[in-house]
């Protein structure tokens, strides 16, 4: 009787069957490389976001140029004055802003200016460069913020 | 005959069973450094550059609400000192009033909403400020939506066929106006602006 079973479950095969494996793998690693956004900036000013509750997503990630204003980042905890920060530089003039803008809106016409300006930094600071970014034509912007947690 | 036979049982292949490791350890490199997370804000357009000939068009002063926030957070609304979770009801009467008060604005395609801060304001205050603001509309929006029968603006947004015109964003249209600080107070940042 023993015997018997024993032949019966010798005989079927329980292995998974593993060729398709590799294929699955690389499907998924395509997506995440294709959603994989490797280059972050190093940040050169402070940047505390502020908290808000109208928010909305911006779903195309490839139209978001980012400026950054906050106060400048110096050695250890200590802050300095209010700079503003595009791709890995700190702008010395604010007039400066125009001209990268406007380059940047000639490649793309629909970019989106995301401002991601601390918390604490002086809205006098913010209303030059929307100046500049209106010269240029970037009428598009969004003020990043974090999601208010409700409390 | 024998070199044949040698020929063709010598197989060229190569392995495939590490494969699927190397596959795995790049999908978990990727894994680690994605970032998945979408940028939030409160979306705004910023009104094209004033040209000198053209003169800015009047507006009458009931179509407009003004909202002045100063250097200390304090919010002025209509030139009288206000709570900053009073201005959402106060933009939403005066979006919502289609002329039913003689000092709230003519309709809301009229209404316009300027705002203005101190250069000594902190950004934290101008966004609360703002987002107050854009949460008036938001809710006005929510309850046209509502009222045609959806539960709210997303639902009615996402329930849109494409190509079709979003009426509830029509009747409300965000007019915020962000008015630029008086020249009067120079700003004290130190930018070299």
Known sequence: MSVRFKKKSAKTKQDIPTASLPDIVFMLLIFF?????LREVDLQVRVILPDAEAIQKIEQKRLVSYVYIGPEKLEGTRVGDNRVQIDDALVPEISEIRQLMYRRLQDE????I?????????????YDVQQELREAGTLRINYSTKRLTPS | MGLLKRRTSREAEIPTSSLADIAFLLLIFFLVTTTIDVDTGIYMELPPPL???VEPPEIPDRNILTVLVNA????????????IS???PSVKRFVSNRGADPTLSDSPDKAIVSFKTERQSTYAQYVKVLDEIKMGFN???AEESRRLGYRDYDDYKTRLPEGEEDVVADTYPYRISIAEPDATNPSADGSGS
Request: net charge negative; charged share 35%.
């Open chain 1, 33 to 37: 490389m294709v959603s994989t956004v």
């Open chain 1, 109 to 112: 016409p629909r970019t989106i």
């Open chain 1, 114 to 126: 995301s401002l991601r300006v601390d918390e604490e930094s002086e809205t006098g600071i913010l």
């Open chain 2, 51 to 53: 040209e000198d000939e």
């Open chain 2, 72 to 83: 200390a957070g304090n919010v002025l609304l209509e030139g009288e000192f206000t709570e």
């Open chain 2, 86 to 88: 009073q201005i959402r």
């Open chain 2, 139 to 141: 809710e006005l929006r």
